[in-house]
């Protein structure tokens, strides 16, 4: 059973940074594909990014060229860097982990994480 823990949320003013952590318990960390969800009040949970096992990164259209994720296997953990952020990028990020490879359908994950509250005023 995996446990996974976010942590960095927050808020911070338009065009503003932050980094959302996620440690990860329970697991071979490093066969696992990791992903960022994010969920706004009144919308569906949304796919943001995945690092898969093999290293292959994927970001959605909506924060391309805005986040980056990373994985640190050595510490069993993965980060979101968010950067000119905007008032839509307000919203609840989860951390979800899956053995497949890279996904971004979040019913194909298994472990999810407890969210972090990001919030950007404008």
């Known amino acids: 059973q995996v446990r996974l823990v976010e942590s960095g949320g927050g808020l911070v003013q338009a065009g503003g940074s932050l980094r959302l952590s996620c440690a990860a318990s329970g697991g071979t960390f490093s066969t696992y594909t990791m992903g960022w969800f994010r969920q706004a009040p009144g919308k569906e949970r949304e796919f943001v990014a995945y690092?898969?096992?093999?290293?292959?990164?994927y970001h959605a259209d909506s924060v391309k060229d805005r986040f980056t994720i990373s994985r640190e296997n050595a510490k069993n953990t993965v980060y979101l860097q968010m950067s000119s952020l905007k008032p839509e990028d307000t919203a609840v990020y989860y951390c979800?982990?899956?053995?497949?490879?890279?996904?971004?359908?979040?019913?194909?994950?298994?472990?999810w994480g407890q969210g972090a509250q990001v919030t950007v005023s404008s």
């Open positions: 979800a982990a899956t053995r497949l490879g890279g996904v971004v359908r979040r019913e194909m994950y298994d472990y």
């Open positions: 690092t898969s096992w093999s290293g292959t990164r």
